[in-house]
């Protein structure tokens, strides 16, 4: 499969296009034999750097007092173990000397994403693929979510962009009794509920497609293939954080997903 209109091999084996995508060597032929695609939510399907990591910046500083960082969510992001962002916020406070505990961040941090009436900062989120797109891959493979958001969460975004049809298969936090990611287990999941629908896909035929070290490792445990993607508001050299947790492809948008899979299906 050609995935660009030129590419070579850097030192490490990995390929290199025009349009910035990377991927390994020996995965473009695996990836030919896809037939599921689950997507993470957050940095993958919408674009949250106003939203959820603005909550997390604004709900640590109302703790502390004092301003922090927007590059100390990344930080622990790259960390692993953080893919839980009322537990990310609690840390930031904590690991700068806050005495606020879970409820209590997680109190103020949904005020101010959720909002009273679902007019927080979740109501601004924007979209970082078309529905056309959607459409697109939709009729060429199963879609499902596995995201670490609520499941009120999840579904309000997916009403809210009219994708519901897209996704029979949801995945969200109250699913994972209590194994987020990098656990595999929401990942097995969404396997399973695709089973109980009668249409079965192998691990081996799925890919998985999240924008952090922990959504990388998840794919890798559940023996799935694990696409990077890396959102417009971090910076393109996060493919390498993504690669080392292991991910077989890196894009930077829909477009280049498209040509990834271009021969798969």
Known sequence: MHIGPSYHTDAAGFFFD???MVVQPDSQQLL?????????MDGVLVDVSGSYRRAVLETAQHFLRQDVDPAVIQS????GGFNDDWEL????VRDRGGKAGMEEVTEIFQRLYRGDRWDGYIAGETSLISTEVLSELGSRFALGVVTGRPEAEARWTLGHFGWDDFFPVVVAKEQQ????KPDPFPIEQALRAFRELEYSHEPSRTTYIGDTVDDMQAGIAAGVHAIGFV????PS???TTLFAAGAHAVVHDTQELLSLLADAG
Do not use: E, M, V, W
């Open 89 to 92: 916020t609690h840390a930031i």
């Open 18 to 20: 025009a349009c910035t």
């Open 231 to 234: 959102p417009p508001y971090l």
């Open 76 to 79: 622990y992001k790259n960390r």
């Open 32 to 40: 030919s034999s896809l037939t599921c695609i689950l997507f993470d």
């Open 177 to 180: 009794q209590g194994r987020g």
């Open 237 to 239: 050299g996060h493919a």
